[in-house]
């Protein structure tokens, strides 16, 4: 079978930041160009539909996995269970029944995690990745880049957990080059996030972890090099990772203050940020107070969140937000009980957040990860 003409590979590796990389060398002799590229605050919900879109969260609706929505919630038929005893409703058992249930009845394609939110509360809120993002219509209402490819008529496949584990998609992607002749491959590779969510501090282990993924991407790219005339490969991430230097229990510290969930407020403690709704003036007024005398973080005020990107006028994803400082965690929270290695998540401006890009050609400017979606888009048309 003859060598074809071109083909680009796009390899998105959630969280190789730039931190791990600017000092390292990454398949030298095949990706030439190289930079440090901001990101978008907040998680890979936020982050990754950012790329995939060109677009900023406030304008294509994804940012924190849970926003307020309790009429459109998939767990609005648990509410009757709100009155069952803590110990009872938040059972391991019957958390996992009511993840598999209301993922099964709300039939959500996406990410669907119900994490440490308790159960009681989890009516009040929805989620906001109902599709698989990594195909066509996956982003609701704004245009992803494989509605695009699909309006060009380009020839692709596109690799992610939803089929694949981390090792299996580079063994499925070489196993396709030798047996089509596509315009364009997307992989997903997710696994080195929680890789550095545990041994971020670890140098040796995270320095074995990116080898084992530079030595996969080498082979793929020998494999397309094979079949191709021309082979471009662009690698990628969301964001970084920011080790963990110390964390603050900011439950404890609201919670002091008497009000009652969700009678006066309500409250998700996402890791590095906290995001309140309130029904009373008064929990408004001191919880508010009480945020705004800590050092540990800040309130985003409608400017800040505006510059980022993340403005939200209904206030969905929260009416006061608290971010913490980089490397400074909530716990406990509702992402978890132990302080993981690192985390991601601070503000965009921290150096350990900004993202990778290295290609085999020159990329130009990219300002942030919004401008991955351009450089895809130019490579294929």
Not at 367 to 376: A, I, P, S
């Amino acid at each position: 079978m003859g060598r074809r003409k071109r083909v680009s590979i796009f390899v998105l590796i959630d969280a190789l930041g730039w931190e791990f990389l600017k000092d390292r060398e990454f398949l030298p002799g095949i990706l030439k160009y190289r930079r440090r590229v901001p990101t978008i605050l907040g998680f890979s919900s936020g982050v990754i539909p950012s790329i995939l879109t060109g677009t900023k969260p406030q304008v294509h609706g994804h940012w924190n996995l849970f926003y307020l929505n309790p009429e459109g919630s998939p767990f609005k038929w648990t509410r009757p269970m709100a009155v069952l005893p803590k110990g009872v409703i938040n059972a391991r058992v019957i958390r996992k029944g009511i993840h598999l249930i209301s993922r099964k009845v709300s039939r959500y394609g996406g990410y669907f995690h119900i994490y440490g939110v308790p159960s009681e509360f989890l009516h009040f809120f929805d989620i906001c990745e109902k599709r698989d993002i990594y195909s066509p219509g996956g982003i609701n209402g704004t245009r992803s880049i494989f509605d695009l490819f699909m309006e060009m008529e380009v020839d692709y496949r596109s690799f992610s957990y939803h089929q694949y584990s981390d090792a299996d998609i580079f063994k499925a992607v070489k196993e396709d080059i030798a047996t089509h002749a596509r315009r364009c491959y997307f992989l997903y590779l997710c696994e080195l996030d929680s890789v550095l969510h545990r041994h971020c501090a670890d140098e040796a282990f995270v320095e074995r972890s990116i080898a084992w993924y530079e030595k996969e991407i080498e082979a793929l790219f020998e494999a397309a090099r094979a079949r191709y005339g021309d082979v471009e490969l662009y690698v990628f991430s969301d964001h970084g990772m920011t080790r963990t230097t110390g964390t603050y229990d900011l439950k404890g510290e609201i919670d002091v203050l008497g009000f009652a969930v969700p009678k006066d407020y309500l409250v998700l403690y996402d890791s590095t940020m906290a995001r309140f709704w309130f029904f009373s003036d008064d929990a408004r007024e001191s919880i508010t107070g009480r945020l705004k005398e800590l050092d540990c973080g800040h309130i985003l005020d409608d400017g800040e969140l505006k510059d980022l990107g993340v403005y939200f006028p209904d206030r969905r994803f929260g009416e006061v937000i608290f971010l913490m400082k980089p490397g400074c965690l909530i716990n406990p929270s509702h992402m978890g009980n132990k302080a993981p290695s690192g985390m991601h998540g601070f503000h965009p401006d921290d150096d350990a957040s900004h993202a990778s890009l290295l290609a085999t050609n020159d990329c130009g400017e990219v300002e942030d990860v919004t401008g991955f979606f351009t450089l895809m888009q130019n490579a294929v048309d």
